[in-house]
């Protein structure tokens, strides 16, 4: 089993900039994908990034040239800094653990809210 735990989230102006984090607990040798995601109110939950053991990383269109995923497998923690928020970023960010070898394959954090000011 996985734990995450997220933190960061909070209240920005536009134009402005937060770093999330989370860090993983239990079988985190498991975990091949870590990554975040987000769900606005009335919306489905969507990919914001991820980033695989080796570092390689993924973002949404929207987020590309603003967000930045990275981790440090040393402290089994994956970090989200988001630069030039906009309003449309506002949601709950949810960080992923993607284990494929467990019984359990995805795992989330509890999620932490982004409200983003115009």
């Known amino acids: 089993q996985v734990q995450l735990v997220e933190s960061g989230g909070g209240l920005v102006q536009a134009g402005g900039s937060l770093r999330l984090s989370c860090a993983a607990s239990?079988?985190?040798?498991?975990?091949?994908?870590m990554g975040w995601y987000r769900q606005a109110p009335g919306k489905r939950r969507e990919l914001v990034a991820h980033?695989?053991?080796?570092?390689?990383?993924n973002y949404a269109d929207s987020v590309k040239g603003r967000f930045t995923i990275s981790r440090d497998n040393t402290e089994n923690t994956v970090y989200l800094q988001m630069n030039s928020l906009k309003p449309e970023d506002t949601a709950v960010y949810y960080c992923?653990?993607?284990?494929?070898?467990?019984?359990?394959?995805?795992?989330w954090g509890q999620g932490t809210q982004v409200t983003v000011s115009s």
């Open positions: 992923n653990a993607f284990a494929p070898r467990l019984s359990t394959r995805n795992y």
């Open positions: 239990g079988s985190i040798f498991s975990i091949d994908v």
């Open positions: 980033i695989t053991t080796g570092g390689i990383t």
